[in-house]
């Protein structure tokens, strides 16, 4: 039975031919940016990162919209976004859909999650659903982004999804899952198996970075909102063959560097945007805002489950 928020519809698995395609893009750098959640400030900052190291791919990997509740700003976050490979989140996911399935925002939330926070969830997506309503053109282009991509960095495949390599809105890339001796046994099979040198996600809004000696899993958390004490700002993935000196902390697999690159966006500009939305005692008020303005608790060092190394310069 679908419960709102809490089921993980059985149309969001991955099938593993997904992941054995051919690349969709070759690149000397990647950015993989997951969790915007319609933040226009998080999209004009990462404009403006890749144009300053010249990017040659940028990957937007689901859950793009979220906050961007009226007609107006979806559209905004849809044209900010136009030159990146899109691919779709649980949100887009729900909001595509010709026939309402009861999966309230896809979330798939664990049983760590309260109840009153999955339900603040799905009246958040009923308001992106009722926006939408008015844009089939928009809904149209949903139908037809994919929710993997594989792209080749240098010489090295790098596989990008929302959730993890099974569903969509998977939690098995989470930190919690990731630090499982079982977990990462199987995720090494499963991508050796297809020949992937890196797995990029995002989806449990909490970042996550483990590498061994011949791959990678790293979870970028949220692009578009806080993630760590003290920062108040996003955080993306950046793959390529040269480190960043901005990174917060990176890992090495063959030629490749992997890293969390803050996303600064304007914070007070999004504070203002948001609350213009979202008012107190709205949902998205509720369940949010004092994670915008205050950050989170979260330390560089509990995202770094193993081979990942925090710069020096952080």
């Known amino acids: 039975m679908i419960s709102a928020g809490r089921?993980?519809?059985?149309?969001?698995?991955?099938?593993?031919?997904?992941?054995?395609?051919?690349?969709?893009?070759?690149?000397?750098?990647?950015?993989?940016?997951?969790?915007?959640?319609?933040?226009?400030?998080?999209?004009?900052?990462?404009?403006?990162?890749?144009?300053?190291?010249?990017?040659?791919?940028?990957?937007?990997?689901?859950?793009?919209?979220?906050?961007?509740?009226?007609?107006?700003?979806?559209?905004?976050?849809?044209?900010?976004?136009?030159?990146y490979i899109k691919l779709i989140g649980n949100v887009e996911a729900e909001l595509r859909r010709e026939t309402d399935i009861g999966a309230g925002c896809g979330c798939a939330y664990p049983d760590c999650v309260s109840q009153e926070a999955v339900e603040r969830s799905n009246l958040i997506h009923r308001e992106l659903k009722e926006a939408l309503a008015f844009l089939p053109e928009y809904k149209a282009a949903l139908a037809r982004r994919p929710g993997v991509?594989?792209?080749?960095?240098?010489?090295?495949?790098?596989?990008?999804?929302?959730?993890?390599?099974?569903?969509?809105?998977?939690?098995?890339?989470?930190?919690?899952?990731?630090?499982?001796?079982?977990?990462?046994?199987?995720?090494a099979r499963w991508m050796s198996q297809r020949r992937i040198d890196v797995l990029a996600t995002t989806h449990t809004c909490a970042p996550a970075a483990l590498a061994w000696g011949h791959g990678a899993v790293i979870n970028n958390g949220a692009a578009g909102m806080p993630n760590f004490k003290g920062q108040f700002g996003g955080l993306i993935t950046r793959i390529a063959a040269l480190p960043h000196q901005d990174a917060l902390y990176r890992g090495k697999v063959g030629g490749l560097y992997i890293?969390?690159?803050?996303?600064?966006?304007?914070?007070?500009?999004?504070?203002?945007?948001?609350?213009?939305?979202?008012?107190?005692?709205?949902p998205g008020e509720v369940s949010y805002r004092e994670?915008?303005?205050?950050?989170?608790?979260?330390?560089?060092?509990?995202?770094?489950?193993?081979?990942?190394?925090?710069?020096?310069?952080?």
């Open 7 to 83: 089921s993980c519809p059985a149309d969001y698995a991955l099938p593993p031919k997904l992941f054995e395609a051919e690349p969709c893009g070759h690149c000397d750098t990647l950015y993989v940016a997951g969790g915007i959640y319609g933040n226009p400030e998080a999209l004009k900052t990462l404009a403006l990162l890749a144009d300053e190291e010249n990017a040659s791919l940028v990957v937007v990997n689901g859950d793009m919209h979220w906050f961007d509740k009226t007609a107006q700003d979806f559209i905004h976050t849809e044209r900010l976004a136009e030159p």
């Open 149 to 187: 991509a594989v792209v080749e960095v240098g010489k090295q495949r790098v596989a990008i999804s929302h959730g993890d390599e099974q569903f969509l809105a998977g939690w098995e890339c989470s930190r919690e899952s990731l630090a499982e001796a079982g977990r990462q046994t199987e995720l």
């Open 259 to 282: 890293e969390a690159l803050p996303l600064r966006y304007d914070h007070e500009a999004f504070i203002r945007w948001f609350d213009d939305l979202w008012p107190q005692e709205s």
């Open 291 to 314: 994670r915008i303005v205050q950050g989170t608790e979260d330390e560089i060092e509990d995202a770094l489950l193993g081979g990942f190394l925090r710069c020096n310069n952080k």
